[in-house]
């Protein structure tokens, strides 16, 4: 069977299978994923078995330490696993639920109810983590999932699906509800993209390119991930202590992720009473300070920045420093040059505040707190299969709603147009 | 100056706009929508003598009586407009709307708040009206809109941009708020969809190929309006006499339209009562009947229906008709072979009713009532920009909430992420 054949069957098999999910009870589902995450428990040997060649593969191609720790499968991980689905049997279920009930004039009831999206496509790299845990928020949302992980996790994800597979069939469900798409060929990919014939959404998670290469290519509607550009402007108002714990936090507590800050913008009053102690212990804490002129002045360890480093998402410990003469100059910066992520504001002044919150036109905006909880935990979501950063759909972290979609429900004894 | 730096300066010259808009009071966006309205009625000859060349011409070409009655535009239809837009000014601003409030247990109040969508690219075919219509809702919900109009309309659509940029110079915004292309070199679409560096979404309206070709090359997200395959599915319980009219309505009363039905699935149970006295009033209205060869046993004047046939948008007086033994069958043949836009089931068992608009899978599904009513007006929305048939973001018409966005909006004193 050609590459295209085998992924246009899955997709379709994905598809077939989503008529059953569709109105499958909580009950079910929720018997579904408590069997997988008991078979995850039953098969823990064999599955940290399979991971050891994929570690063993990706030391020899030479990946970074930081990619095999996200490959890494071992008993600890397989219990946080498990951990995560038992929250998510917890989550209440979005299916089925009523919104926007409405009564019109000719006696019309219109509701709008939510329904599942269908078949979802995965598409992600070396972490195995994702294969259970996107296959479960599809699943408990009432989707079926077609998952395309990355080559280099071939040999857990094999390991992992049979585990899936198992949960399925003894729930006596198609066991098309998860398929993968078991192959390193990454032109797999380009065939994914194009099954808009039998795919209701793609959701890709990894690297910048890849993401991009998908949005452009894709005839199958997608919710991407971009860049994270974060800001950080401390007011005038700004209580600088917090200002200082904020900042701190949202530079150096995790730096390689998405919602770390990478530029801090600071009123010119308060500058010179602020930046001193915050770039030292961020320098001391080993951040690379890249500052525009009038920063240097005050600080002049600082490198000079150049007008890339206004646009650019570090991933590092690396942070642009820039001094603005309003709030205005700083929310105009942050929607020029920033990726539309997670921007704060710190201030006491709450009109300061609220017109940030209103004007900032980012993925999730804060006042007071670090941008580090752009997160779907974090924000009480409950669990999160991502973070949209476009505008369509959802914005933000996605939890088991953003799962859904929606259907106009009507109901009349009659009623016909005139 | 290339058609490609053309669009592309359009594009970017919409997307400037949007910042503007973004956060512009409900109060300034009523004034500037009402002087359009003020405009329109100012300039009505100007207009009026602009679309004569393009009926003109449109006569010169060819083209059929329907496109022609599209085209046009008279002092009629400018009051149409007008009042259209009288209706719009009334509607709620869904502009910085807040909800899902959420408090977190270390203190961050969490919000959601709704937010223009941006800058918005609207693809039509030669309906001047669309030129009004959309930029009117697109103002209103805070984004700015770069327009492609088919190109038998340049000549009205010229007259009425210079109308809505006329309004906006005089309410002191800047002038491209809305931006047209204006070029009948139909490659411009093929520019206009690669813009996803400027354009936030685009909304394509016209025929079926063009609406596929676009989501297939676009890079900017796409809210597209598919086929109507729609189906009345007329169950044992059903009220007959409310089913005829039902029936009769859906069929008939506007059989070019979207939501007109198709297909009428009968459950076998009631098909000889009730068959005869329908078909033969939809024969004597002109409808051709296409029917499986159980219907042809009861009506025998029906041709056979193909296979291809259950798949088809008519758009015309012919009908599909079938035989079911079962609710099941009714709802598995409408998730297939429909197109997910508008299906109606007729039945007095509430059970019935619940289990069909549950499991069937459209933007709007109906108890005893026409498929005809899905449609932004009749279904309370105030005004429509079309009607969504995909599953993110939009399903069903598309009023003023469905061309905004959202963001979280977090407020704290001082959190930190651990």
Known sequence: MTLKKLVENKAKAVKAASWEMYNLST??????ISRIAYKLLAHTKDIVKANALDMENGRKIGLSSALLDRLLINEKRIYGMVTGIKDVVALPDPVGMIHDRTYRPNGLKVEKMRVPLGAIGIIYEAR????IDAAVLCL??????LLRGGSEAINSNRALVKVLKEAIKEEGLPVSCVEFIDTTD???VRVMIKQDKYLDVIIPRGSQPLIKYIIGESSVPVIAHGEGNCHIYVGKAADLNAAEEIVFNAKTQRPSVCNAA????????IARKFLPAILKRLADAGVEIRADKSVRVIYKKAKLATEADWYKEYHDLIIGVKLVGSIEEAIKHINIFGSHHSDAIVSRDRTACDKFLREV???AV?????TRFNDGFELGLGAEIGISTQKLHARGPMGLTELTSSKFVVRGNGQIRK
Chains 1, 2 share one sequence.
Request: net charge positive; proline share 3%; aromatic share 2%.
């Open 262 to 269: 990478e530029k801090l913008l600071v009123h010119k009053d």
């Open 366 to 370: 804060f006042a007071n707190a670090s």
């Open 27 to 32: 009950e079910k589902k929720n018997a579904l």
């Open 361 to 363: 036109d980012s993925s």
């Open 140 to 145: 408990k949302s009432g989707n079926t999932v």
């Open 186 to 188: 990454r032109s797999a």
């Open 128 to 131: 195995p983590n994702v294969t």
